[in-house]
DNA sequence: CACCTCTTCAACCGAACGGTTGACAACCCG
DNA sequence: CGGGTTGTCAACCGTTCGGTTGAAGAGGTG
């Protein structure tokens, strides 16, 4: 899976990994305090963090033995963006949607029959 | 995987599904119109379907023995409110910085006891 | 130095995923 | 009616995923 914004979404479909970025949100925090909370071994949260590292959404630093973890946001945008615009694309499309059907020649017009 | 937002975000991290979104963004589109482009098979964008809808992100409704597909962009907005929720929230403890940091006393002094 | 802590690597396991083929239901049309 | 189109269901296959256990690297501390 080579594309970056399939990596990201695929990071963020896990809930475990969704709750290990809110939580970095608020701090920075090493491997052992983010594993402590859920009830799975260290390893399995190494491996989740592995994921997220791989997307862009967290960076790893060196501090003696400890590997402090850090949100990087900056990869939010690609989601978003991409998002917002296929939305707004939706829904440019359904707020024409009147026009669109007043136009089909198919249909019986509503009103008048503005025959063009 | 029960909650929504994990189905959301693990459908978008399918290429092909989100390539399907796209399209879908422009107009309605029947299962074979929408499995022409790629060489898979109709069975297989059949399955890529049934996990959007289960996401929620695009319905079907019934036209003879056709089954269009239809662009659902309301559940853009939870991905949306998630992402922008934790981006401020990183950007904001980012903003303050360097107040953090000028609030530092230089470095702990090694105090005896791990902490933690 | 030996020891302990923090973290990752390697191998393995069961479940889920994306794909296939084959069959079948539903619906139009000649 | 029979045949063609449209779409889904079922079974199967190889790969990936999330998890485990076990070992090992890296770095402090006695």
Redesign the interface.
Known sequence: ?A?S??RV??A????TR?DI??R????DATVN?LAAPYDVTVQAVSKHLKVLEDAGLVSRSREAQRRPVH?E?EV?DL??K??????R???E??RRLDDVLREMPDVAPPQEGTTS
């Not at 963020?12 to 809930?15: H, I, M, R, T």
């Open positions: 899976m594309d914004l399939s979404f695929s963020l479909a896990d809930p969704r970025v809110a970095l949100a608020v701090a305090e949100l946001a939010f989601m978003t991409w998002i917002e615009r296929y939305r694309q939706a829904e499309r359904y």
